[in-house]
């Protein structure tokens, strides 16, 4: 069974850090490509970073560019999302994913149940 739990959501306020961690299982994390989503109530779910299999390329969404890094640990099965400089605009339920192809749009196979971020001004 597929599983991809995140972790590490919780209330800042605006110009904090957070780190949101996603660990996998019942999966071959080092072929699959790591990605974070976010939505935020009202609006579509948004790309924010992605992470090949082989760890050589990483993209992210233009709102978070300079800011937020992704990163992945094959002896944990995990990928992480270093959010810096935290806005409020950044508050949004995060959602982690995975597939065997690295890519912006939000057609990959694997969803975890999102983790909550909330960002206070």
């Known amino acids: 069974q597929v599983q991809l739990v995140e972790s590490g959501g919780g209330l800042v306020q605006a110009g904090d850090s957070l780190r949101l961690s996603c660990q996998s299982s019942?999966?071959?994390?080092?072929?699959?490509?790591m990605a974070w989503f976010r939505q935020a109530p009202g609006k579509e779910r948004e790309f924010v970073a992605g992470i090949s299999e082989n760890n050589v390329a990483a993209f992210y969404g233009d709102s978070v560019k300079g800011r937020f890094t992704i990163s992945r640990d094959y002896a944990k099965n995990t990928v992480y999302l270093q959010m810096n400089r935290l806005k409020p605009e950044d508050a949004a339920v995060y959602y982690c994913?995975?597939?065997?192809?690295?890519?912006?749009?939000?057609?990959?196979?694997?969803w975890g149940q999102g983790t909550q971020v909330t960002v206070s001004s």
């Open positions: 019942g999966l071959p994390f080092s072929t699959m490509s």
């Open positions: 994913a995975a597939d065997p192809i690295l890519k912006k749009t939000s057609q990959y196979q694997y």
